[in-house]
């Protein structure tokens, strides 16, 4: 199962460009990096979701380099309303067939505050 | 609203005691997923089930049950309720299994407390 590092905490001011980064290094072949958004008493929420290079919607980008051993995920001109928890998750793609088991890892996040 | 709905909302229940947390995944979602959020361990996952079928456990403790049922609701059992049980309970649910393009969507939680 790929571990994933990301920092405890973030400040940043609004309007500004944060880049919260993961490093996953056991990544495996057919995982995929997925990015979830908890706001305080909610349920997380999928925000974007990438194998490599560059994805971009209309939230965010993430940044995937060759290696896949880490990722980026830039939100652009935050907003106070962007102050939540940020989760990396490695999501391997499900077996075709037979039972399978697999992990879903969390972890504890980025809790990214953003100050007026 | 993600369409996955939980109930209850609120729970407060003695030490010893058993509680049955209900969850109703999205229309047409066949996969639900139970996890544990605690203040110092994050979001833990517990349980998988897929179409009524256990597909995959996590940090699942053997006090703690679940199943999923023909019409696609699950319930998360705990029995045997601990302090360190206190905590936020999500369900989420997906259209497969968990995988790329098959995202999590979350409903809004139990929060329950154990006195």
């Known amino acids: 199962l790929a571990k994933t590092t990301q920092p405890i905490s973030m400040d940043s001011y609004e309007g500004q460009e944060v880049n919260i980064t993961c490093s996953h290094n056991n990544i495996a072949t057919n995982d995929y990096i997925t990015w979830y958004q908890q706001f305080p008493s909610q349920g997380p929420r999928f925000i974007i979701q990438?194998?490599?290079t560059k994805v971009t919607n209309e939230v965010a980008s993430l940044f995937i380099p060759a290696d896949r051993k880490s990722s980026t995920l830039s939100l652009p001109r935050v907003s106070l309303s962007d102050t939540a928890v940020y989760y990396c998750?490695?999501?391997?793609?499900?077996?075709?067939?037979?039972?399978?088991?697999?992990?879903?890892?969390f972890g504890k996040g980025t809790k990214l505050s953003v100050i007026p | 609203d993600s369409g996955v709905t939980q109930t209850p909302k609120h729970l407060i229940t003695a030490t010893g005691q058993r509680v049955t947390l209900r969850c109703s995944p999205r229309s047409g979602d066949l996969s639900v997923y139970w996890y544990q959020q605690s203040l110092d361990q994050g979001l833990q996952f517990l349980i998988q089930?897929?179409?009524?079928?256990?597909?995959a456990k996590g940090n699942i403790l053997e006090r703690f049950s679940a199943q999923q049922f023909p019409d696609l609701h699950s319930e998360l059992n705990l029995s045997s309720l601990e302090l360190g049980d206190s905590a936020l309970y999500f369900c989420?649910?997906?259209?497969?299994?968990?995988?790329?393009?098959?995202?999590?969507?979350f409903g809004p939680g139990t929060r329950l407390t154990v006195l």
């Open positions: 990438g194998y490599k």
């Open positions: 989420a649910s997906s259209k497969d299994l968990a995988s790329p393009g098959n995202e999590q969507f």
């Open positions: 089930y897929y179409n009524g079928e256990e597909r």
């Open positions: 998750l490695p999501l391997r793609a499900a077996p075709i067939s037979g039972a399978g088991s697999y992990q879903l890892t």
